[in-house]
């Protein structure tokens, strides 16, 4: 299995209703940047569509081999496009059912909220928790945990945790300190005026975190 890295980015979810080649350009900048992690979460785009882009994305790793790829949800594209994660949300079937089928190469990861049933991770290599911040995407739907939530979520998690919803920068140190294996980003990076900056400050923000937390 490959490293979980400390730093993800989703890709914008809104890719059925405008090309991907802006998408794939600022994808480029991050990577050039160091960006270290993708997500590909596009849950409304077409089957063949979405081949096409995780093809796109997965031909970018000649030039960015360090490049750790995920895929939500479309476990059966998953080897197709050779990712090191299948991410799962609450309308997936749960990882144990997925993990005899997909092996132990791929890791599997699981979106997580307040008030979910610890039980019901199992089988997951790694968890998303938030959303740390209130945002348009989970308006309505999902308040947020908060810091005190991550916090509470890593006691209980027994596995690499990531920080999601709303994260910036700022926030980084915070939750490192909290026990955060580091976040998940979706507008901050991907979807910033200046994709390769905004990688930039992320990293240095986990770097300095990391430095500060001393060795593990």
């Known amino acids: 299995m490959v490293p979980l890295p400390r730093l993800i980015a989703l890709s914008p979810g809104d890719l059925e209703a405008r090309p991907a080649a802006d998408f794939l350009a600022a ?68 990882a144990r059912e997925l993990r005899p089928w997909l092996g132990r190469e791929i890791a599997l990861g699981l979106s997580t909220h307040a008030g979910d049933d610890p039980e019901s991770w199992d089988g997951a290599d790694y968890l998303f928790h938030g959303p740390l911040h209130a945002t348009p995407s989970k308006a309505g739907r999902q308040g947020p945990v908060g810091l005190a939530g991550i916090a509470r979520a890593v006691r209980v998690a ?10 910036t920068p700022a926030d980084l140190a915070p939750l490192v300190r909290a026990g955060a294996h580091g976040a998940a980003v979706r507008a ?29």
């Open 188 to 216: 901050g990076i991907l979807a910033a005026p200046d994709p390769a900056r905004a990688t930039r400050a992320h990293l240095a923000a986990l770097a300095d975190a990391a430095a500060r937390a001393g060795p593990e």
């Open 27 to 94: 994808l480029e900048d991050a990577l050039a940047a160091g960006l270290p992690g993708l997500l590909l979460r596009e849950p409304r785009l077409g089957e063949r569509a979405y081949l096409e882009l995780g093809r796109a994305v997965a031909a970018l790793r000649a030039r960015f081999p360090a490049l750790w790829l995920g895929v939500h949800d479309r476990a059966h594209l998953a080897r197709a496009l050779g990712a090191d994660a299948l991410h799962l949300g609450f309308r997936s079937l749960a």
């Open 158 to 167: 027994r596995r690499p945790l990531l920080a999601l919803g709303g994260v």
